[in-house]
C-alpha cells in the first residue's frame, strides 16, 4: 500500500493510498478551514443544500439515479472537526475501475463529475441563489436534526461535555447552530456564502485504489480543474499547535436534566499531549489502559466488580489532548461512579497495574490499527486526519511506535492527565428494571 501527496494542478492536492486489496475503493473531496464560531453551522446547511440538485442533476432522485447507474456508487456530505479545522465537503465508495467487464465509463470519473456538479453547478433560480423550497427544506431538517439529538442521550451528553469543556476554543462551535440561526437565514445569506467559501478554498482529493497516482491526476485535472481555472483559492489549513490548552485551570461542573431513565456522566480531562507530540502512542495506549481494552481499569473496576453503572469507558481526542469518561448510570450511583473513575486515574498514575493489563492495552491499540488496513474508509480517515495535523505517521510506522511504548512512558502521561470538566445529563424517570441501556 503506497501513500503519496501529489499536487494536481491549479488549487488542487491529491492523496493517494494505491492498493488492489478491494474490489470498493473510496474517493474524497476535501475542504479544510478555521472554524468561524458564527458561521460554521451555514456550511453545514449548505451542503445538504448542494446535495439536493445541480444543474445536470436537478432533483435529489436525479442524482441518485445517475450513481446507481455507475454501478450503485454511494456518495454523501460530510462537516465535522479536526482539532480546530472545520472539514467539509463529499466521499464516495465506488466500484475500483480493475473489476469493470465494460470500461466505457469509470466510475471514479463519474462521481467526480458528480461531485463537481453538486460543488460548482447548484440548481440556482432566475436570480442566481439557491432554490427557496431547497433552502427552505434543509433548514427545517436542521432544525429537527438538533432537536432529535435529545434522543439520543449518550450522544447528546458526549455532544454537550465538548462545547464546555471546549467553551473558550473554536471547536466548542455547534456544527448545527441554533434553531434560531438556521431559520433566519435566507436563501440569498446562503448563497453568498456557498459563493464566498468557493472562492477562498483549496480543495484536497483523497484517493483509495487500484489506480495510478498519475491516472487519477488527469481526472482531476479533466474534471475539476477547469472549474478551479477561475478561483483564486488559497486558504490552505495549517493547525496552531501552539493554541492547544496542555492542562486544567480547574473544575468545572454543570448539570441538566432530561426525561430519561438513565443518568450520563461525563468527565473531560486535559491530557496535554497531542497527536503530533512524541508521547502521543504512549498517551494512546494510557487510553486504552484506562477505559477501551476488554481488560481496562474502568470497565473492569467501575462496571465489573462494583457494578456502579451500565457502561464506562474512555476515548482520547487526540487533535486536541483531550480524554473523555463516559459513564451510564443511574442517579443514585452518580457520586460513588465518579469517585471510583477518579481513583482509577490515580491508581494508573501510581503504577498501580500489572504487566498483563499494559500488555493487553498495547495488543488491543496494536489490534485497532491493524483493522485500518481492512477498510477504504478506515484508510482514508486515518491518513485524512493525520495530515489536517501535520502528521505523516504511516500505519506500519503507527504499529511499530505502539510496540516500543514503555511502562515508564504511560506513567509519564498519566502524570499530565487534570481533571476540568464533569458533565451530568440527571434522568428525571424511573430506572428500567431489566436495566437496558437508553436508545442510543
Known sequence: MIKNVIEAGKGMRLRICQTDKFKTGMLSLTL????????????????SVLRRGTEKYPTLAALNRRLDCLYGSELGIRSFYCGDAHVLGFSAEILDDA????????????????????LFHPLLDENGDLLSHYVESEKQLQCDYIRALKNRPRGYAMQRAKELLYQNEPCGASLYGSEEQIMAITKRELT??????????VPDFFYVGSADGESVKALLEKTVGK????????????QDRNAMIRSAERVTRYEETLPVSQGQLILGLRAGVALWDADFYAMAVYNELLGVSPISKLFVNVREKQSLCYSCSSSYHANKGTVFV?????????????????????AIAAGDFSEEEFEGAKKSLLNAYRLIEDSPTAIEGYYLGRSLMGVADTVEEARAHVEKVTREQVLSCAARISLDTVYYLRGTLAPKEDGEDEME
Request: aromatic share 6%; with cysteine.
Open 227 to 238: 472549474e478551479l481555472a477561475q478561483k483564486n483559492g488559497s486558504a490552505v489549513f495549517v
Open 326 to 346: 463516559s459513564c451510564g448510570i443511574e442517579n443514585a450511583n452518580r457520586d460513588r461512579a465518579e469517585r471510583e473513575i477518579l481513583r482509577q486515574l490515580d
Open 192 to 201: 453568498a456564502h456557498w459563493r464566498s467559501l468557493l472562492g477562498r478554498l
Open 99 to 118: 473489476y469493470l467487464i465494460d470500461r466505457e465509463e469509470s466510475p471514479l470519473e463519474g462521481v467526480l463529475e458528480v461531485m463537481c456538479q453538486m
Open 32 to 47: 479544510a478551514q478555521p472554524i468561524d464560531r458564527e458561521e460554521v453551522w451555514k456550511s453545514t446547511l449548505l451542503l
